[in-house]
């Protein structure tokens, strides 16, 4: 049996619909189970904050959780040596959320002057990643399809049935991360209200993705 082996390459530009905001706890405690309790009421405070704008306590979610030593260089008598300075918890968590930036400027102005003074970064994603992956494959096929029926015109022969199908399986991000590095809390509105809001005014830029598929037919 002789076969054509095609591989096609789908590309999409999808207007991202849902906004992520990633928040860091970091802090140094001289003991590890003061470092876990500090964590955990420091993330306890950012869920009955988020709580307030509608967010649900499973809405928020853990990304990376780590306690670790720490250790600082200093001199002493000439020489440079280390000491133990205690245990660094990291907390990383997200929260997604219907695009809107009013919305998004209440909640940042609530996070920024939050006592936990959680690190804040902002990123823009699509609320079905999975519906788009759909989307991209069957482009994608369709480009096999497309370049399969150019060759085997050109070579005189009819395409037949499929024989198989590959996807490339990659991981497909679906962010897009406008601003660089983490939010800083620049001009606000309305302070000392119930309506104290950051000015945001972000446009995120589509989300550019692409995949490819290989295709395998039969020709005659």
């Given at each position: 049996?002789?076969?054509?082996?095609?591989?096609?390459?789908?590309r999409l530009?999808?207007?991202?619909?849902?906004?992520?905001?990633?928040?860091?706890?970091?802090?140094?405690?001289?003991?590890?189970?003061?470092?876990?309790?500090?964590?955990?009421?420091?993330?306890?405070?950012?869920?009955?904050?988020?709580?307030?704008?509608?967010?649900?306590?499973?809405?928020?979610?853990?990304?990376?959780f780590?306690?670790?030593?720490?250790?600082?260089?200093?001199?002493?008598?000439?020489?440079?040596?280390?000491?133990?300075?205690?245990?660094?918890?990291?907390?990383?968590m997200?929260?997604d959320?219907?695009?809107?930036?009013?919305?998004?400027?209440?909640?940042?102005y609530?996070?920024?002057?939050?006592p936990?003074k959680?690190?804040?970064?902002?990123?823009?994603?699509?609320?079905?990643?999975?519906?788009?992956?759909?989307?991209?494959?069957?482009?994608?096929v369709k480009?096999?399809?497309?370049?399969?029926?150019v060759?085997?015109?050109a070579a005189?022969?009819?395409?037949?049935?499929?024989?198989s199908i590959?996807?490339?399986?990659?991981?497909?991000?679906?962010?897009?991360?406008?601003?660089?590095?983490?939010?800083?809390?620049?001009?606000?509105?309305?302070?000392?209200?119930?309506?104290?809001?950051?000015?945001?005014d972000?446009?995120?830029d589509?989300?550019?993705?692409?995949?490819?598929?290989?295709?395998v037919?039969?020709?005659?």
């Amino acid at each position: 049996m002789k076969t054509i082996r095609i591989t096609g390459k789908g590309r999409l530009k999808i207007r991202p619909d849902t906004t992520r905001i990633t928040m860091t706890l970091e802090g140094v405690c001289p003991e590890y189970g003061e470092a876990l309790h500090r964590s955990a009421s420091d993330t306890e405070a950012l869920r009955e904050l988020l709580s307030g704008f509608g967010f649900a306590r499973s809405d928020v979610k853990t990304l990376h959780f780590g306690v670790d030593t720490e250790y600082e260089d200093f001199e002493e008598n000439g020489r440079w040596t280390r000491r133990f300075v205690g245990y660094r918890y990291r907390h990383a968590m997200k929260a997604d959320f219907p695009s809107d930036n009013d919305r998004l400027g209440r909640i940042l102005y609530a996070l920024t002057a939050c006592p936990a003074k959680p690190e804040l970064r902002i990123s823009y994603t699509v609320r079905d990643p999975e519906a788009a992956k759909d989307a991209l494959l069957a482009e994608a096929v369709k480009d096999a399809r497309a370049k399969a029926a150019v060759l085997t015109d050109a070579a005189g022969v009819a395409l037949k049935e499929i024989q198989s199908i590959e996807c490339a399986r990659e991981e497909i991000d679906f962010t897009v991360r406008p601003m660089n590095g983490t939010f800083m809390a620049a001009k606000c509105r309305a302070a000392g209200t119930e309506d104290a809001s950051l000015d945001v005014d972000i446009e995120p830029d589509d989300v550019d993705v692409s995949d490819t598929v290989t295709v395998v037919w039969e020709i005659g």
